[in-house]
Structure formats: C-alpha cells, structure tokens
C-alpha cells in the first residue's frame, strides 16, 4: 500500500512539475508574441522615417503588398505582420525589395544572418565554362542578389535585381553591389537608438 502511494504521489509531483513548466512556457511565449510584434511596429515605423539609400525611392510608404500564400498554409494573420518595401533607382535600372516580418517563433535574443546568394547570368548562363550545358538564351537576362537576416524578433528579407550589366568602369555587378551597400545602410540604421 505505501508503494502504491507513493507511485501515486510521485506521479502527481511529476505531473504538477510538467504542467509548471508548460504554463511557464506558454506565459513566455506569450510574451515573447507581443515582444516581437511591438518590435516589428517600431521597426517598421523607423524604416519608414528614417531609412533612405541615396539614388533610391521607396514606393508603397504606408501601403503593403502581399502575395497569396499556398493552399496548405496555415498562418492567417500574415498580413498584420508583414510589411513591404520596395526601392527603385533609375540611375542604376535596380530594385530593392525588402519585407520586416515577424513570428512568434522568432527569438529576440538571437540576431543572425540567415541568407546570402546570387544569380549572374554570366556566370550560370554562359555558353562556356562550368555550366555550359545549362545554357539557354530563353532564360531571362537579370541579375538577382539577396541577404536575409533575424534581428530583434523580426526577419529582414532583402532581395535586390538589375538588368544584367556591369557597373560602369568596374568589373562588377550592380545587383549583388547594390544590395551589400543596401544592407550596411539598413546596418547603420539598425545600429542606432
């Protein structure tokens, strides 16, 4: 009998410590959902009065752009935490696109980067070289570079394409240079309180 009242009350102590945890958990997550939403407003509200890139118009200011998620997709309130930017310059033909998102799965603590790459047509669609057999002249002619990152519980996606030409007197592409200088004026910004 004193076995089974101990089974007893050492699963109810184990009980009671799992449901602790759990609401403990759920408060925090809770918390963290309003932290990374307030975040992402101020965010949001610096970016738009305060960033701008020389040479560059931001079009939508206070609209927003979505496109429809996939059939299976499960989060209905997108909308409400995502923003879009999109920045145009003549000068260079470029486009910067940039979209603050945030989750409650998003970490406060943790500021990374995510993403980085790109796609120069004379390097993937050449008729010589590395991926000569991939070469086609139906593909489009455009320059694409991205960086992606998690900052403050929010995620910054960036993405940023060009017709594909060089920058004048440089070996170098307009997509790929536009966005590093893009990012490191958003960095700036980000860095200060």
Request: proline share 2%; charged share 20%.
């Amino acid at each position: 009998m004193k076995k089974i009242l101990a089974t007893i009350s050492l699963l109810l102590i184990l009980s009671l410590s799992i449901n602790v945890f759990y609401f403990i958990h759920n408060n925090n997550k809770e918390d963290n959902i309003k932290q990374n939403y307030d975040n992402y407003l101020e965010l949001v509200e610096k970016v738009k009065t305060k960033f701008s890139m020389s040479g560059y118009t931001e079009l939508l200011r206070d609209k927003n752009f979505f496109l429809a998620l996939p059939m299976n997709a499960t989060e209905t309130d997108l909308i409400g935490r995502q923003k879009m930017f999109i920045y145009k310059n003549a000068t260079k033909n470029s486009i910067i696109l940039m979209s603050i998102s945030t989750s409650k799965y998003n970490d406060t603590e943790t500021n990374e980067w995510t993403s980085s790459y790109s796609y120069e047509p004379d390097y993937f669609n050449k008729k010589e070289g590395e991926y000569k057999e991939y070469y086609s002249s139906d593909y489009p002619k455009v320059q694409i570079a991205t960086n992606g990152f998690n900052y403050n519980g929010c995620h910054i996606s960036m993405l940023s394409f060009s017709n594909d030409n060089f920058i004048e007197g440089e070996d170098t592409y307009i997509a790929a240079t536009e966005l590093i200088a893009f990012s490191n004026e958003l960095l700036i910004l980000l860095k200060q309180n």
